[in-house]
């Protein structure tokens, strides 16, 4: 069964710094990854997603993410945080289980910025 | 600036009351999700419907709960009675999904925060 674990439930940087948030997958076959964020009071936007093309994938706001299947991670980095980047962050990994694709979300990671 | 919306944005209601939550899904998008977020859950699938059929409500629950889509425009949940444990933000999402399974991509509404009292 497909299963992601992001590592830290919170993260905090300084503002300028860079970002890195983890996330582990677990998947039986090729799995298609995403980053959603999810300000304050907000709903979830996609960030960016990997669907098995090019391993290093760029999403908005200056974000990216390598899909490395020997370690069976998907980290999310930045490297310079903004105020505005503080949110929660949500790794996904597709299921597909009974006809269709299930999202299976992580637990989140909170990200705060400090001036 | 296509978009899934959802109405209400808030909603507070007394216990035993019903609530109906709206959604409408990105015009085209022939898949639409109902998600639950509470802090002690985090995000849960309630259910999952597919060119306008319902093909998963295993997580919810169905002594209180229901979900259609009456066009293709509009999915509904329906909480009756409330309860204050359904106090939450429900989120509706919308994607395209073809033939064989892939990997699309789907898009969220901003949520409707239900608050029962």
């Known amino acids: 069964a497909q299963s992601v674990t992001q590592l830290d439930s919170h993260v905090s940087v300084s503002e300028g710094t860079p970002v890195l948030l983890r996330c582990n997958y677990s998947?039986?076959?090729?799995?298609?990854l995403f980053w959603y964020v999810q300000h304050p009071n907000k709903g979830l936007q996609l960030l960016l997603k990997?669907?098995?093309?090019?391993?290093l994938v760029k999403g908005i706001n200056g974000f990216e993410a390598e899909f490395k299947k020997s370690e069976t991670s998907f980290h999310l980095t930045k490297p310079s945080a903004h105020m505005s980047d503080a949110a929660e962050y949500f790794c996904?990994?597709?299921?597909?289980?009974?006809?269709?694709?299930?999202?299976?979300f992580g637990a989140g990671t909170r990200l705060a910025v400090h001036p | 600036d296509a978009r899934v919306t959802q109405t209400p944005r808030h909603k507070v209601t007394e216990m035993g009351q019903e609530v109906t939550m709206r959604c409408q899904p990105i015009?085209?998008?022939?898949?639409v999700f109902w998600y639950r977020q509470t802090m002690m859950q985090g995000l849960e699938l309630l259910a999952y419907?597919?060119?306008?059929?319902?093909?998963?409500d295993s997580g919810m629950p169905k002594d209180r709960f229901s979900a259609e889509m009456p066009d293709a425009t509009l999915a509904t949940l329906k909480i009756q009675p409330s309860e204050p444990r359904d106090s939450a933000v429900y989120f509706c999402?919308?994607?395209?999904?073809?033939?064989?399974?892939?990997?699309?991509?789907?898009?969220f509404g901003e949520g409707s925060w239900l608050t029962v009292v």
């Open positions: 999402a919308s994607g395209l999904e073809g033939t064989g399974g892939t990997g699309n991509t789907i898009y």
């Open positions: 998947s039986s076959y090729s799995p298609s």
């Open positions: 990997y669907t098995s093309a090019a391993t």
């Open positions: 996904v990994v597709t299921s597909f289980s009974g006809g269709y694709n299930k999202l299976i």
């Open positions: 015009l085209g998008h022939n898949t």
């Open positions: 419907f597919r060119n306008r059929a319902p093909l998963d």
